[in-house]
């Protein structure tokens, strides 16, 4: 693996949570892997008065927890000459001076401003980048999700962000796009010839997309109460995965053809206005319940959230998709915490064959099915028929299973491996344009107003289930069941 290029990588927000568990090993294991080289450098930015030392030895306490068993003492000896500490305070124009001095006589080298804070930092931060001169035609600006709470929102900031940045500059990240099985998916869809005849209506009935979690709202129930499921999992997550499902062939894997063509799934999305979003969106709060055998608080009961909040943390919504190819295949997607175990999967439900001629087998699963399974464990699982052995010809489903960890025998990157490093290199395929975010924003604006609207408060569901029993109905009324009902 080649070195590359030098790049300077300055982390703001750099001691909050996301920084310490997930940027800081991620950019460890790249440098152990020889991709980072001795030239480059990284700097932890926050508000807190830290020491260079101090700041080291709290990364290196990180490093230990999140990378494990892969920690190497050597490793990091080199890696933390690396490092290094700017305190600022965000809003304080005066701060980015010293910001300023750090980086002087290193104009050639790649910039990449991570924003790891409050969306409603992003537009001063970029502002006092510009008034200190620091921004380069080599910088590029990361931005966390997410992305404003509405359209108008989304747009002040991207107006405020693209007045100091291009947009070429600007990426903006959804981490799920960075997992090997969403790579692995794209693989799947347009470098078989298998999939493609089939992936269209006639032959695919539906598509379920999940991402569920075991967890509460844990140490975030400040910035969750003021969120909820729908514009923390679904405006991002779901819509990004749904589009890699339901996309067109690019012309290339160039990054605008790649975008272009999500775009024309996110604009073809059939609109969930008024009464519509009462049948076809489910939004649920959990209340107390068991998960893994412990007890947990219901949303309620948890740290930092109001006691009368209708915030919702759970949503299942069928999406519908007005294109040739996908006219008439519901797809149906969940999200939501506390439930009854972690994972994200898409499941393609195909039809059945017109007209049986042998004994068919006594389940509710359909004879062909494709699971995608993105963690906790990375597979790809065709269901399919085949003859049961013995006298007679009556069939048995049976599957045909690829786990990416046993087949490959090697450690998949980390999303922000791939996604960090990518922002180095330039490369902007796996980071939203501002065309997406607007259009993601404008499908999802409706359904809150609706919400609004009909007064529809949250439906409880206990923790440690899979969510309120209207979710299954809305399923039902289709004559179809969540995946892992059947």
Not at 82 to 91: I, K, N
Not at 113 to 127: D, E, K, P
Not at 347 to 373: G, Q
Request: proline share 4%.
């Amino acid at each position: 693996m080649t070195f590359l290029p030098h790049f300077d990588m300055l982390l703001f927000g750099g001691t909050g949570d996301l920084v310490t568990r997930k940027l800081l090993p991620a950019l460890y294991r790249r440098y152990a892997a020889g991709q980072v080289s001795a030239e480059s450098r990284i700097f932890g930015i926050a508000r807190s008065a830290l020491s260079r030392s101090t700041y080291t030895a709290q990364a290196e306490a990180a490093c230990r927890e999140f990378v494990g068993k892969e920690f190497d003492a050597r490793q990091w000896e080199g890696f933390s000459r690396l490092l290094d500490y700017v305190r600022l305070d965000a809003g304080a124009e005066k701060d980015y001076a010293a910001l300023a001095d750090t980086l002087k006589d290193r104009e050639a080298v790649i910039r990449v401003f991570f924003f790891s804070t409050a969306s409603n930092l992003f537009s001063v931060i970029c502002q006092n980048l510009a008034r200190s001169r620091v921004v380069t035609p080599l910088s590029r600006v990361v931005l966390e999700k997410p992305l404003g709470h509405d359209t108008a929102s989304a747009d002040l900031i991207n107006e405020q962000v693209g007045a100091v940045f291009t947009e070429s500059q600007i990426y903006r990240i959804d981490h799920y796009l960075g997992k090997e099985a969403v790579q692995n998916l794209m693989a799947l869809r347009f470098g078989n010839a298998l999939f493609e005849p089939l992936w269209r209506r006639g032959l695919i009935k539906h598509i379920q997309i999940t991402v569920a979690e075991e967890l509460g709202v844990e140490r975030r129930g400040n910035f969750y109460d003021k969120t909820g499921a729908l514009r923390d999992m679904v405006q991002n997550h779901l819509l990004q995965l749904l589009c890699i499902m339901a996309m067109e062939p690019p012309a290339s894997s160039d990054p605008d053809a790649v975008r272009d063509e999500k775009l024309k799934v996110l604009r073809a999305l059939r609109p969930l206005r008024d009464r519509d979003v009462l049948t076809k969106s489910v939004r649920g709060q959990y209340k107390a319940g068991a998960s893994r055998g412990v007890a947990v608080p219901g949303y309620l009961d948890e740290a930092d959230i109001a006691p009368d909040s209708t915030t919702e943390t759970f949503v299942a919504l069928k999406v519908e998709i007005d294109t040739w190819r996908w006219a008439g295949v519901p797809l149906y997607l969940r999200t939501g915490k506390r439930l009854q175990d972690r994972v994200t999967e898409l499941v393609v439900t195909f039809d059945e064959v017109p007209y049986p001629i042998f004994e068919m087998p006594n389940t509710n699963h359909t004879a062909n099915e494709l699971v995608i399974r993105l963690q906790p464990d990375e597979s790809i699982t065709m269901t399919i028929l085949a003859k049961n052995p013995g006298e007679g010809m009556r069939l048995k489903p049976v599957s045909l299973a690829l786990h990416l960890g046993e087949s490959f025998k090697t450690r998949s990157l980390d999303a922000y491996e791939r996604l960090l490093m990518d922002t180095v290199k330039g490369n902007l395929t796996l980071f939203m344009r501002r065309d997406e975010l607007d259009a993601a924003w404008a499908w999802i604006d409706p359904i809150r107003a609706a919400w609004e609207q009909f007064d529809e408060g949250p439906k409880t569901y206990i923790a440690g289930t899979w969510g309120p029993a209207a979710s299954s109905a809305m399923l039902s009324r289709d004559g179809f069941a969540w995946h892992d009902e059947l």
